[in-house]
């Protein structure tokens, strides 16, 4: 359903950029996004990961037949996507992943559709979501007289980044 074409450019730090084709024609956003990786020194082969996590995304959008979707309905199909990569399919012929490989593919579609949402105004499946962790004695401590002298950045001033929904990783030591 999809092809990944790796194309030689001739820049001192990337030597190949993975480019995405589906039914034989090219998805001219995954370039856009690729090229805007590769200028954040992102290595190739971290390059055609992400590139091949979109043409599983799209294959899997094509094997439930979504073409164009609202929101919601955007939303529930990433959310069974990530469920059907770490359970497997066999209509897809994909074999059940780690969480931590379904981990990193959320992160990868999340920060696709965000590059999208916000260079393009498209839909955004798994939005961040900001969360206070500060308490009132936070707050007092805030309105101090040298508050300039603490952090600026949101992570500083008690805030949370997270995502709609994320996978969880668990570790379980063998017994």
């Known amino acids: 359903m999809y092809t990944i074409l790796s194309v030689p450019v001739s820049t001192p730090v990337r030597t190949e950029l ?3 084709f589906l039914n034989d024609r090219l998805l001219v956003e995954q370039v856009a996004y690729i090229r805007h990786l590769a200028r954040s020194q992102y290595s190739s082969t971290v390059l055609r990961r992400i590139t091949a996590v979109i043409g599983l995304f799209w294959e899997y959008c094509h094997y ?3 073409s164009t ?3 919601q309905q955007l939303t529930q199909l990433f ?3 990530i469920e059907t990569r770490l359970y497997g399919c066999p209509e897809l012929g994909w074999e059940p992943v780690s969480a931590a490989t ?3 593919d959320c992160a990868y579609l999340t920060d696709f559709f965000e590059y999208f949402h916000f260079n393009y105004g498209t839909l955004q499946p798994n939005p961040s979501i900001e969360q206070s962790v500060f308490s009132r004695e936070s707050e007092v401590m805030q309105t101090s007289l040298l508050f300039y002298l603490y ?3 949101k992570a500083a ?3 949370q980044i997270k995502r709609q929904f994320d996978i969880k990783v668990e570790h379980r030591s063998e017994e």
């Open 157 to 159: 001033e008690g805030v």
């Open 102 to 104: 379904v981990s990193s």
């Open 151 to 153: 952090g600026r950045t």
């Open 64 to 66: 439930r037949r979504f």
């Open 18 to 20: 993975p480019f995405l």
């Open 69 to 71: 979707v609202n929101l």
């Open 79 to 81: 959310e069974c996507f």
